[in-house]
């Protein structure tokens, strides 16, 4: 996946927005020709996976037109828009395209405002009720502390029929956060929630920041893998896996996510292809991630050492990855001199 950030606009002031290091600091949007740029970039790629995000897509002053680039163009086969849905009535037309899916997250309506919550279910009767694109929308739904209030999502999924829900645990804006205390303490409610899902034959999946398997007991292990089995999901053993995803930044420069993208951002133009770009990635800082250890329970943990477990987010042990690459590049500049 590399997804282009089109604008840094957004319509909500989510507290553990994960771009907040852009989103609402200020208004620049992406151009028509950067946009262009960016896409081109991707497609050095055929077989990667074009993603459309902000800040809040649909708010680009030119957000229709580049839908109309992607339509026109036939070598791209599919593009992922993340969006919060509020504004998405304005371009349902377009996005009724068969190259279009939805990844449409959801918040609790007392956290945006029930007008705005109440634009956002009437965008989906519209989408699922008169244009027929329930298969092209999966909702999200973000979990933090304090927990949110979950009950609405429910409600939202039984109300149009959707049996998945696309997850994920929010690495918190604070860095010096215990990443075992704060999973441990988010993981009850996690589990409350995945419980109600299931019930209702909900199945969730996680997009990012999973529970590491050794906050799991065997017996907890054994019910995902039914739960997965039950709703048809390929076991993903991988999936403790902190791996890049590109984002594209509206002045063409790149990161490897948001939650990285103090560490260092790169200009697009300085590689000849997307691949290159998510070798850099890994080589500057997924080559040291799997040697270093989140907690002192990682230091002997055979999935770390055998790169099947990152120990969560890498942000919570950025501070020894670049520990290690600063000793890497003593190491390498005292070889250089003899």
Do not use: W
Not at 57 to 79: G, Q, V, W, Y
């Amino acid at each position: 996946m590399a997804n282009i950030m089109i604008t840094q606009r957004c319509n909500l002031s989510c507290p553990y927005c994960f771009a907040n290091e852009f989103t609402n600091t200020n208004t620049e949007d992406m151009t028509i020709d950067n946009f262009k740029k960016a896409l081109d970039f991707i497609k050095t790629d055929p077989l990667e996976r074009v993603g459309i995000i902000g800040g809040e897509p649909t708010l680009h002053p030119d957000f229709a037109r580049m839908l109309e680039i992607i339509i026109n163009d036939d070598s791209i086969k599919r593009a992922i828009i993340y969006t919060n849905g509020v504004f998405i009535n304005r371009y349902i037309k377009h996005l009724t395209n068969n190259k279009f899916t939805l990844l449409i997250n959801c918040n609790p309506p007392a956290a945006i405002g029930y007008d705005t919550y109440n634009r956002l279910i009437a965008n989906l009767k519209q989408m699922i009720n008169e244009y027929y694109m329930k298969n092209k929308i999966t909702l999200g739904f973000n979990m933090y502390l304090p927990f949110p209030e979950y009950r609405f999502i429910i409600d939202i999924l039984k109300m149009f029929d959707f049996d998945h829900l696309r997850t994920s645990i929010v690495v918190p804006n604070d860095r010096s956060a215990n990443v075992f205390e704060y999973f441990g303490r988010i993981k009850p409610r996690v589990k409350e929630l995945f419980g109600i899902l299931s019930e209702n034959n909900i199945f969730p999946f996680f997009d990012c920041n999973a529970l590491m398997p050794c906050m799991m007991t065997d017996e907890e292990k054994m019910a995902i893998k039914d739960f997965m089995k039950k709703a048809q999901i390929r076991e993903n053993k991988d999936y403790a896996i902190c791996k890049p995803i590109v984002d594209i930044l509206p002045n063409l420069e790149a990161i490897r996510c948001f939650g990285l993208s103090e560490f260092e951002k790169v200009r697009i133009a300085d590689f000849h292809k997307i691949k290159d770009l998510k070798n850099y990635f890994m080589n500057s800082f997924d080559s040291y991630a799997f040697n270093v250890s989140t907690a002192k329970k990682c230091n002997d943990c055979y999935k770390r050492k055998t790169m099947r477990c990152s120990g969560g987010c890498l942000i919570f042990k950025m501070n020894k990855i670049n520990d290690l690459k600063s000793l890497a590049r003593q190491e390498t500049q005292a070889i250089n001199i003899s």
